[in-house]
């Protein structure tokens, strides 16, 4: 059974940051890719960023690169999205999950595990 549940979410002035943590159960964090995904009001979910199993290859939607990191810690098995310089429109439901690859994978029908999501709102 595998469980991802998500933290760090929460109300920030705009260019202000936050850390977002997803904390896996289940013994097989490490076997697979990890992405964060979003959904902001009347929208559709989409990605946001993705790590493959070792962390070694990430990839982000073009609206956060250089704003947002993601990486892994194994030995913790969570997953985080740091997100700095935030702005308004990055005000969304962040999802993390868990994908069915070993390779980082913007495509949100190869994650097979969600978690409930966490509140992002980023006032001007």
């Known amino acids: 059974q595998v469980q991802l549940v998500e933290s760090g979410g929460g109300l920030v002035q705009a260019v202000g940051s936050l850390r977002l943590s997803c904390a896996a159960s289940?013994?097989?964090?490490?076997?697979?890719?990890m992405g964060w995904f979003s959904q902001a009001p009347v929208k559709e979910r989409e990605f946001v960023a993705t790590s493959s199993l070792n962390g070694g290859n990430t990839d982000y939607v073009d609206s956060v690169k250089g704003r947002f990191t993601i990486y892994r810690d194994k030995a913790k098995k969570t997953v985080y999205l740091q997100m700095n310089t935030l702005k308004p429109e990055d005000t969304a439901v962040y999802y993390c999950?868990?994908?069915?690859?070993?390779?980082?994978?913007?495509?949100?029908?190869?994650?097979?595990?969600w978690g409930q999501g966490t509140q992002v709102t980023v006032s001007s």
């Open positions: 289940g013994r097989t964090f490490s076997s697979h890719a």
């Open positions: 999950a868990r994908s069915g690859t070993t390779w980082a994978t913007t495509r949100s029908n190869h994650y097979a595990y």
